[in-house]
């Protein structure tokens, strides 16, 4: 009980500290394979903090994967749900700023997102 505790804390953490460096992380943009490398190096982590032997590590490899496709697919919705969110503001905000204030502020938002969607 203590290890799977272990695990899904190590998990969360690991979670809070991907969300927390995606929004602070400023220029280099990695690419879908350095992503896979994170992963990995992710699940080596893991796998070194329960102090799984191997047949744990056979086991706990699938459950993991699973888990860090859940996580993609909920920062992906979220991610909609903020650009809904942001948008929605935007429109909110369109009487009360001028034309060049609101231009500047919707190139503001577009350059996030493709920094975004590049990541």
Do not use: C, Y
């Not at 929004?23 to 280099?28: C, H, I, N």
């Not at 329960?50 to 994967?65: C, E, V």
């Not at 809904?84 to 190139?107: A, T």
């Amino acid at each position: 009980m203590i290890t799977i505790t272990l695990i899904i804390g190590i998990l969360i953490g690991a979670l809070g500290v991907g969300l927390w460096g995606k929004q602070t992380r400023r220029g280099g943009k990695p690419s879908a394979n350095g992503r896979q490398d994170g992963k990995e190096a992710f699940m080596q982590r893991i796998l070194k903090e329960a102090n799984a032997d191997s047949l744990q590590a056979k086991q706990m490899r699938p459950l993991m994967i699973e888990t860090m496709a859940r996580i993609d697919s909920l920062q992906m919705e979220t991610d909609n749900k903020v650009r809904s969110v942001i948008n929605s503001f935007e429109e909110d905000i369109k009487p009360i700023l001028r034309e060049d204030q609101l231009k500047k502020l919707q190139e503001f938002h577009r350059r996030g997102r493709k920094d975004k969607e590049v990541k």
